[in-house]
């Protein structure tokens, strides 16, 4: 399986937009659940947002109303658009796979992924 690669990462101002990507290339049919997570130092991993094999998507609830995830099947490729960002959001940013169809709940739940990017950087200053 081709590995997942995340892009995008930065460094932003409190009130800023980035977009991150997760090249998923073998990831792309509709078998496949997606999802973002992030860790940031001396804390566990979370699900940021997810989206099941049947496009429904779910997000958590500190990124309702200002994240969205996307994916491009044509292109091969998770997004995720981050807007409004704040200094709690300052995390390495991981997009993972799952192949199967994934409930509302277990797409925020790591337990379910079993593929996995390096991480993307992203960093809000006050």
């Known amino acids: 399986q081709v590995p997942l690669v995340e892009s995008g990462g930065g460094s932003v101002q409190s009130g800023g937009s980035l977009r991150i990507s997760c090249a998923a290339a073998?990831?792309?049919?509709?078998?496949?659940?997606m999802g973002w997570f992030r860790q940031a130092p001396g804390t566990v991993r979370q699900g940021v947002a997810g989206i099941s094999s049947d496009g429904s998507t779910n997000y958590a609830g500190s990124v309702k109303g200002r994240f969205t995830i996307s994916r491009d099947h044509a292109k091969g490729t998770l997004y995720l658009q981050m807007n409004n960002l704040k200094p709690e959001d300052t995390a390495m940013y991981y997009c993972a796979a799952a192949q199967t169809r994934l409930t509302m709940n277990q797409v925020l739940d790591d337990v379910w992924f079993h593929d996995w990017g390096q991480g993307t950087q992203v960093t809000v200053s006050s």
């Open positions: 073998g990831y792309d049919d509709s078998t496949y659940s």
